[in-house]
């Protein structure tokens, strides 16, 4: 009888315990989703003295892409706090001419008369991932308003690449047209993360997250001689429940 009670009172006792750390975690536990629009673009680099370093980056330009997923927090103490999720973003960069940059001086071959030439031509690169970051936020700052610094790394997955072109002619019709190549990029991108942000809390289940957060690959886009390496500046929206 003794023996029963003992064990009854142990099986109460790990029960209610855990009972307790359920609501621990709960407590401790949030998902989220995010949003950021990014401005995108990539770092070139060539082991050789490759001249379309210096065009590429003579015609390239930065984009507008954007990074948005479901994001889960765990709270380890007051300071520290650890995120995780899934994401998917459009990252890439762009880049054009216009006649004039092209043709020789005098314009020996007519080709400002020629209708058949673009007077503007834009190359857009998209390059489309899916992501599983993992950061650390450490807060200067937790009551209804925190404050914190992030620090992270992502794994990016390529699933797609697309070109987008568009050609604009003298007597203003454009013309558009879609490249899909996936053969000359790697799959894999290690993404390093860092920010700064803020967060509010509305009511004790909904909690307000601002973060401009800027990400780096490790890694390059191109598998060939000439690499461009990805980064991007964003502002992360996010609101968590729990």
């Known amino acids: 009888m003794k023996l029963l009670t003992t064990f009854a009172l142990i099986l109460f006792s790990l029960f209610a315990l855990a009972q307790s750390n359920e609501k621990n975690l709960a407590k401790k536990l949030s998902i989220g989703v995010s949003f950021s629009p990014d401005y995108s673009y990539r770092r070139l680099y060539s082991s050789d003295d490759n001249i379309f370093v210096d065009i590429r980056n003579k015609e390239g330009s ?5 990074t948005t997923g479901i994001i889960t927090s765990y709270k380890i103490n007051n300071r520290f706090e650890l995120e ?8 890439g960069d762009k880049y054009g001419f216009v006649l004039d940059d092209l043709i020789l001086p005098g314009d020996p071959f007519n080709e400002r008369d020629d209708p058949s030439i673009p007077e503007k031509f834009t190359s857009e690169y998209h390059f489309y991932f899916v992501g599983i970051p993992v950061k650390i936020n ?3 700052l937790r009551k ?5 610094i992030s620090m992270g790394v992502s794994a990016d997955y390529l699933i797609d690449a697309k070109i987008k072109n568009k050609s604009e002619f003298k007597d203003r019709t454009e013309k ?6 996936n053969e000359d990029f790697n799959k894999l991108n290690i993404v ?3 920010g700064f942000g803020i967060d ?5 289940r909904i909690k307000f997250q601002l973060e401009p957060v800027f990400r780096y690959s490790f890694t390059p886009i191109d598998d060939t001689p000439l690499k461009g390496y990805l980064y991007s500046f964003g502002a992360d929206f996010t609101l968590f429940f729990h």
Request: glycine share 12%.
């Open 192 to 194: 390093g993360l860092t």
């Open 138 to 140: 450490y807060y200067f």
């Open 144 to 148: 209804n308003f925190g404050l914190f």
């Open 200 to 204: 509010y809390i509305i009511t004790p």
């Open 176 to 181: 558009n047209s879609t490249t899909i190549n």
């Open 84 to 91: 995780s999720g899934i994401q998917f973003s459009d990252k």
């Open 62 to 66: 930065p984009r507008f892409g954007f």
